[in-house]
C-alpha cells in the first residue's frame, strides 16, 4: 500500500494529462496517487471513470487542487 | 468502431475546426499578394480599393475564420455547451466565409456590384448560422467561466458588425441611403474591438493562466471589463447620432484596451516557469501592438488633421496585422497541436505511439515565422513614412504566410500519419 505523488503544478498542459495517464498504467491495486495540479483537470475525470479509477478532489488553501486517485476494488 | 474517446463526448470532430485553421493562412496570402501587386497606392488611404479588399480578405477570410472555428471548438469545451449540428454549421460557415470573404475582397477590387451583393450574402449566411448557433450554445451554457460573458458580447458586437457591413454593402452599390460616414467609421469599430477584441480578451482570461502558467487576471478585470467596454462602443456609436461628445467614450475605449494589455503583459511577466514558445512570444509581441493602438488612438484624436490621418494608418496597421494578427498567429500554434493530439490521444491511445506536443508543432519553425511575421510587420509600419517599403513588406507578408500554413500542415500530416499507423495494426 503506497502512495505516490505527482506535482504537476508548474507543467503545461497538456504534459499534467500525459504524466497522470503513464503513472496510472503502473498504479497497483491498493497504491493510490496524489496529484497537485493548478486547476481541476476536467479532461482527467472521464477516463478515470472509464478506466476503473475512483478519484476525490480537495481545493488546497493556496487555491491549488489536490487528486487522489486509486483504483476501483472489483 | 471506434473507442469511446477521452470523454470529450463534447468535443466536436476534428475536421470541424481544422478546416478553419488549415484554410485561414490562404486568405493572409491573398491579402499579401494584393500588397505585393498594389504596393504603396495601398497606404494612401484605409479606403483605397486594394485596402479594403486586403483588410476584408484578413477579417473575413482570416481572423473570423479562425474565431469561428475556434469558437465551435471552445464553446463546448470551455463552456461545456455543446453547439448544435456541429458538422453541417461547420461546412456551412466555412463555405459561406470563404466564398463571401473572396466576393467582397473581388468586388472592392474591381467595382462588381454583383460581386458585393454575392460576396455578402454569403458572408452574412456564414454570420447568421454561426451567430444562431453560438447563441443557442451560450443559452445552454453550464459553466461559470469569466470567457462565456466575453464571448457572449464578442458575438453580440459580430450581429453588429455584420449589419452594419451588409448596409454598407448595399448602399455602396447605390441602393440605400444611409450616413454612410458614420456607418463606415463604426463598422471597424464593432468588428474589431467588439467582435475581435473582445473575444481575444474572453479567450485570454481561460487561456493565459492556463497556457501560459500565469497567475489569474484580477476579478474586477473579469468581471467588468468586457460588459463596460461592450457599453461603451455603445455609446461611442450613439455619439456619432447625437449630441454625446465622442471623444468621452472614445478616450475610455483606449484606456479599457490599455488596462487589459497591461494586465496581460504583468502576468505574463509573473510566470512560474521561465521556458517561453512561439505562443507566449506571439501574445507578448501583441499586447505591445495593443498598447501602440492605443496610444495611436489618442494620437489621433489630439493631432492635427495631416499627422492624425497618418496615426490613423498606423492605429489600423497596429490593431489588425499587428495586435490580431499576432494573437491569433500564435493562438494557433497551441490550438492546432493540442487539437491534434487530443484527438489522437483519446482514440488511439495504446495502439501505437502517440506524439506529444513538441513533435505535432516544433517551436524553431514557429519561432522562424514569428521573426518574419515582424520584419514584415515592422516594414509595413515603415511604408507608411516611406511608401517604397510596402512591396517589399507584401513580399515578406506572403513568405510568413505560407511558412505559417506549412507549420499547421505538419501538425495534420503527423495526426494523419498517426492514425494510418493505429489502424494499419488494428488491422493486423
Same mark, same amino acid.
Given at each position: 500500500?503506497?502512495?505516490?505523488?505527482?506535482?504537476?503544478?508548474?507543467?503545461?498542459?497538456?504534459?499534467?494529462?500525459?504524466?497522470?495517464?503513464?503513472?496510472?498504467?503502473?498504479?497497483?491495486?491498493?497504491?493510490?496517487?496524489?496529484?497537485?495540479?493548478?486547476?481541476?483537470?476536467?479532461?482527467?475525470?472521464?477516463?478515470?471513470?472509464?478506466?476503473?479509477?475512483?478519484h476525490?478532489?480537495?481545493?488546497?488553501?493556496?487555491?491549488?487542487?489536490?487528486?487522489?486517485?486509486?483504483?476501483?476494488?472489483? | 468502431?471506434?473507442?469511446?474517446?477521452?470523454?470529450?463526448?463534447?468535443?466536436?470532430?476534428?475536421?470541424?475546426?481544422?478546416?478553419?485553421?488549415?484554410?485561414?493562412?490562404?486568405?493572409?496570402?491573398a491579402?499579401?499578394?494584393?500588397?505585393v501587386?498594389?504596393?504603396?497606392?495601398?497606404?494612401?488611404?484605409?479606403?483605397?480599393?486594394?485596402t479594403?479588399?486586403?483588410?476584408?480578405?484578413?477579417?473575413?477570410?482570416?481572423?473570423?475564420?479562425?474565431?469561428?472555428g475556434?469558437?465551435?471548438?471552445?464553446?463546448?469545451?470551455?463552456?461545456?455547451?455543446?453547439?448544435?449540428?456541429?458538422?453541417l454549421?461547420?461546412?456551412?460557415?466555412?463555405?459561406?466565409?470563404?466564398?463571401?470573404?473572396?466576393?467582397?475582397?473581388?468586388?472592392?477590387?474591381?467595382?462588381?456590384?454583383?460581386?458585393?451583393?454575392?460576396?455578402?450574402?454569403?458572408?452574412?449566411?456564414?454570420?447568421?448560422?454561426?451567430?444562431?448557433?453560438?447563441?443557442?450554445?451560450?443559452?445552454?451554457?453550464?459553466?461559470?467561466?469569466?470567457?462565456?460573458?466575453?464571448?457572449?458580447?464578442?458575438?453580440?458586437?459580430?450581429?453588429?458588425?455584420?449589419?452594419?457591413?451588409?448596409?454598407?454593402?448595399?448602399?455602396?452599390?447605390?441602393?440605400?441611403?444611409?450616413?454612410?460616414?458614420?456607418?463606415?467609421?463604426?463598422?471597424?469599430?464593432?468588428?474589431?474591438?467588439?467582435w475581435?477584441?473582445?473575444?481575444?480578451?474572453?479567450?485570454?482570461?481561460?487561456?493565459?493562466?492556463?497556457?501560459?502558467?500565469?497567475?489569474?487576471y484580477?476579478?474586477?478585470?473579469?468581471?467588468?471589463?468586457?460588459?463596460?467596454?461592450?457599453?461603451?462602443?455603445?455609446?461611442?456609436?450613439?455619439?456619432?447620432?447625437?449630441?454625446?461628445?465622442?471623444?468621452?467614450?472614445?478616450?475610455?475605449?483606449?484606456?479599457?484596451?490599455?488596462?487589459?494589455?497591461?494586465?496581460?503583459?504583468?502576468?505574463?511577466?509573473?510566470?512560474?516557469?521561465?521556458?517561453?514558445?512561439?505562443?507566449?512570444?506571439?501574445?507578448?509581441?501583441?499586447? +505591445? %501592438? =495593443?498598447?501602440? @493602438?492605443?496610444? !495611436? $488612438? /489618442?494620437?489621433?484624436? *489630439? #493631432?492635427?488633421?495631416?499627422?492624425?490621418? &497618418?496615426a490613423?494608418?498606423?492605429?489600423?496597421?497596429?490593431?489588425?496585422?499587428?495586435?490580431?494578427?499576432?494573437?491569433?498567429?500564435?493562438?494557433?500554434?497551441?490550438?492546432?497541436?493540442?487539437?491534434?493530439?487530443?484527438?489522437?490521444?483519446?482514440?488511439?491511445?495504446?495502439?501505437?505511439?502517440?506524439?506529444?506536443?513538441?513533435?505535432?508543432?516544433?517551436?524553431?519553425?514557429?519561432?522562424?515565422?514569428?521573426?518574419?511575421?515582424?520584419?514584415?510587420?515592422?516594414?509595413?509600419?515603415?511604408?507608411v513614412?516611406?511608401?517604397?517599403?510596402?512591396?517589399?513588406? +507584401? %513580399? =515578406?507578408?506572403? @513568405?510568413?504566410? !505560407? $511558412? /505559417?500554413?506549412?507549420? *499547421? #500542415?505538419?501538425?495534420?500530416?503527423?495526426? &494523419?500519419?498517426?492514425?494510418?499507423?493505429?489502424?494499419?495494426?488494428?488491422?493486423?
Amino acid at each position: 500500500m503506497g502512495e505516490r505523488l505527482l506535482d504537476v503544478r508548474e507543467l503545461e498542459p497538456p504534459e499534467p494529462l500525459e504524466r497522470v495517464l503513464e503513472l496510472l498504467d503502473t498504479l497497483a491495486a491498493g497504491d493510490s496517487l496524489r496529484m497537485l495540479h493548478r486547476r481541476q483537470p476536467n479532461l482527467l475525470y472521464p477516463i478515470l471513470e472509464r478506466e476503473g479509477f475512483a478519484h476525490r478532489t480537495t481545493a488546497t488553501a493556496e487555491g491549488d487542487f489536490e487528486i487522489l486517485i486509486w483504483r476501483k476494488q472489483v | 468502431m471506434l473507442p469511446a474517446g477521452l470523454s470529450f463526448d463534447q468535443a466536436p470532430p476534428i475536421a470541424v475546426p481544422f478546416r478553419f485553421f488549415l484554410t485561414a493562412p490562404l486568405f493572409l496570402l491573398a491579402a499579401a499578394i494584393l500588397l505585393v501587386a498594389y504596393g504603396p497606392e495601398m497606404l494612401l488611404s484605409r479606403h483605397m480599393p486594394a485596402t479594403l479588399a486586403a483588410t476584408h480578405l484578413l477579417t473575413l477570410g482570416f481572423t473570423s475564420m479562425v474565431m469561428c472555428g475556434a469558437m465551435m471548438q471552445m464553446l463546448p469545451v470551455v463552456a461545456g455547451a455543446p453547439v448544435p449540428a456541429p458538422r453541417l454549421v461547420a461546412w456551412t460557415v466555412h463555405l459561406s466565409l470563404a466564398t463571401g470573404a473572396a466576393g467582397v475582397a473581388a468586388s472592392f477590387l474591381w467595382g462588381r456590384p454583383v460581386l458585393m451583393h454575392l460576396g455578402g450574402g454569403l458572408a452574412a449566411l456564414g454570420f447568421g448560422v454561426f451567430l444562431a448557433a453560438a447563441a443557442w450554445s451560450l443559452a445552454h451554457v453550464r459553466s461559470r467561466s469569466p470567457s462565456v460573458p466575453a464571448m457572449g458580447f464578442s458575438i453580440a458586437s459580430l450581429a453588429v458588425t455584420a449589419a452594419l457591413g451588409l448596409t454598407l454593402g448595399i448602399a455602396r452599390q447605390g441602393g440605400l441611403d444611409i450616413p454612410y460616414v458614420q456607418f463606415s467609421l463604426l463598422h471597424p469599430m464593432w468588428g474589431l474591438y467588439g467582435w475581435t477584441a473582445l473575444l481575444v480578451m474572453g479567450v485570454a482570461y481561460q487561456v493565459v493562466p492556463m497556457f501560459q502558467l500565469t497567475p489569474n487576471y484580477p476579478k474586477a478585470i473579469t468581471t467588468w471589463l468586457a460588459g463596460g467596454l461592450f457599453l461603451l462602443l455603445i455609446l461611442r456609436s450613439a455619439a456619432e447620432f447625437t449630441l454625446l461628445p465622442p471623444a468621452v467614450p472614445g478616450v475610455a475605449l483606449a484606456a479599457g484596451a490599455g488596462v487589459f494589455a497591461i494586465a496581460t503583459l504583468r502576468l505574463q511577466g509573473r510566470r512560474k516557469r521561465k521556458i517561453s514558445d512561439a505562443t507566449l512570444l506571439f501574445w507578448r509581441v501583441g499586447m +505591445g %501592438l =495593443l498598447l501602440a @493602438a492605443c496610444l !495611436l $488612438w /489618442l494620437a489621433a484624436a *489630439l #493631432l492635427p488633421a495631416e499627422a492624425a490621418e &497618418r496615426a490613423r494608418l498606423l492605429l489600423g496597421i497596429a490593431a489588425l496585422p499587428g495586435f490580431i494578427l499576432a494573437v491569433i498567429n500564435g493562438m494557433l500554434y497551441k490550438i492546432v497541436p493540442f487539437l491534434a493530439w487530443f484527438h489522437l490521444q483519446s482514440r488511439y491511445v495504446g495502439k501505437t505511439a502517440i506524439p506529444n506536443m513538441k513533435q505535432l508543432q516544433p517551436d524553431r519553425p514557429a519561432r522562424g515565422q514569428m521573426a518574419l511575421y515582424l520584419a514584415a510587420l515592422a516594414l509595413l509600419a515603415g511604408a507608411v513614412f516611406w511608401p517604397p517599403l510596402a512591396r517589399l513588406s +507584401g %513580399l =515578406l507578408w506572403l @513568405a510568413s504566410a !505560407l $511558412w /505559417l500554413e506549412r507549420n *499547421l #500542415l505538419r501538425a495534420l500530416i503527423l495526426y &494523419r500519419r498517426t492514425v494510418a499507423l493505429a489502424t494499419a495494426k488494428k488491422s493486423d
